[in-house]
């Protein structure tokens, strides 16, 4: 029986809920006469739906945003060549309402040595700005940004703090199995990632599997929801504001692209289809083929694009052991505990994605894929061991 990942948004189905910490109450009164100029840090399309929110509501009757800024990294160039120049997605939503922007340096790794140009322009001179906005900017900002502004800096983290402390909570809520996540506003700490006071949080109870393109935008409608809601009552909220429990802090370190290789002898089919629901539309997961041609065999990549956990009756097989499946339209595969996933969907090394039965025609009915993570060093191996470890599968 197939248990696959729901392709449909209509399958995929969030109950919002409210956190005790603090008591996020909607209204649609500011909280406080005092007008913010806010500064935006941030580079990525997470990032430009909260500057889009927050421009929105700047616009709102009664709003308390006074004016908005941005920081953003520089163009790049990207494509082939490198003769395409790319800027960050929050900088084309800045250009098109006319707000001012600052880049930061170009190829640096830290902000410890840079300096806000906000005396450099004469539009920003009499004007400043008094509350940073971070969300999912790339950098530590350091003690001496943070202190440019009277009321501090905050940021939005797609997690219910002090869980997922890091780059990358929403792939570690997945790969962790759990059934509530959540969204944080938090105040910046001048000195360490994700450890700021908490402002305002709303959990999210998750009802199916989710996949993390899908959960990233319905974090983000939330995120979005809740950054607005906290400006709006920033008086209050920055009055009730608590400090985060350390003892029950988690981290979330940034998705490596080793993760992705696959291990028949050494993972168990849940494993392998809950890691291609957290990172594989950013690195799918990876095994190899065995390609017989005149001349020579070898081993090409093959990248699982599609992938299902199904419960089936066959007798166990050779860890990484294919076999056609005609009701289904798929490969099933084998894992050495005799659990079994589904691929439909694949590409090999240097050529377009095919259906699983494009690759059974040229390939047979039944085959064998090579564990990839034979490839990976000593070092990773057991980091990516204790990854597994750490897994538990998803159970509403």
Not at 231 to 252: C, G, M, N, P, Y
Not at 286 to 313: E, G, H, M, P, Y
Request: proline share 5%.
């Amino acid at each position: 029986m197939l248990n696959c990942i729901a392709q449909k948004s209509s399958l995929f189905k969030l109950k919002t809920v409210f956190a005790s910490i603090p008591v996020t109450k909607r209204s649609f009164g500011t909280g406080t006469n005092e007008k913010f100029r806010i500064l935006f840090f941030g580079t990525d399309n997470f990032a430009s739906n909260h500057l889009k929110a927050l421009i929105d509501e700047k616009e709102r009757p009664g709003s308390n945003i006074e004016s908005i800024g941005l920081v953003c990294p520089p163009d790049k160039r990207t494509g082939r060549n490198l003769s395409t120049i790319t800027p960050s997605q929050t900088k084309g939503i800045a250009e098109a309402h006319q707000l001012n922007i600052f880049h930061t340096p170009p190829g640096v790794k830290t902000l410890s040595e840079w300096q806000l140009p906000l005396n450099s322009d004469p539009a920003t001179a009499t004007t400043g700005y008094d509350l940073g906005v971070v969300v999912s900017f790339g950098y530590f900002i350091p003690p001496h940004i943070i202190s440019l502004f009277q009321h501090g800096a905050i940021n939005v983290h797609p997690s219910l703090l002090p869980k997922y402390r890091g780059a990358a909570p929403i792939q570690h809520t997945i790969l962790s199995g759990d059934t509530k996540t959540g969204v944080t506003i938090q105040e910046l700490d001048a000195y360490e990632f994700d450890a700021g006071r908490i402002l305002s949080q709303q959990s999210l109870v998750l009802d199916t599997a989710p996949v993390y393109s899908r959960l990233k935008e319905k974090l983000t409608q939330v995120g979005c929801e809740l950054l607005v809601d906290t400006v709006r009552h920033f008086k209050e909220r920055k009055l009730h504001a608590q400090t985060q429990d350390i003892s029950q802090a988690t981290k979330a370190p940034k998705v490596e692209k080793y993760w992705s290789e696959l291990d028949y002898h050494h993972m168990s089919a849940w494993q392998a289809v809950q890691l291609h629901r957290a990172i594989g539309e950013q690195y799918p997961l990876r095994t190899a083929f065995s390609v017989r041609t005149k001349k020579v065999t070898k081993n090409v990549v093959v990248q699982l694009l599609d992938l299902c956990l199904i419960n089936t009756s066959q007798s166990r097989k050779e860890p990484g052991t294919f076999v056609w499946d005609e009701a289904s339209k798929s490969l099933h595969i084998s894992f050495g505990d005799g659990s079994v996933m589904a691929c439909s969907r694949l590409k090999m090394e240097n050529r377009g994605a095919m259906t699983a039965s494009d690759f059974k025609n040229g390939y047979g009915l039944e085959g064998h894929f090579v564990n990839s993570a034979e490839n990976i060093d000593e070092k990773l191996r057991k980091r990516r061991g204790r990854l597994l470890a750490n897994m538990k599968p998803f159970d509403v």
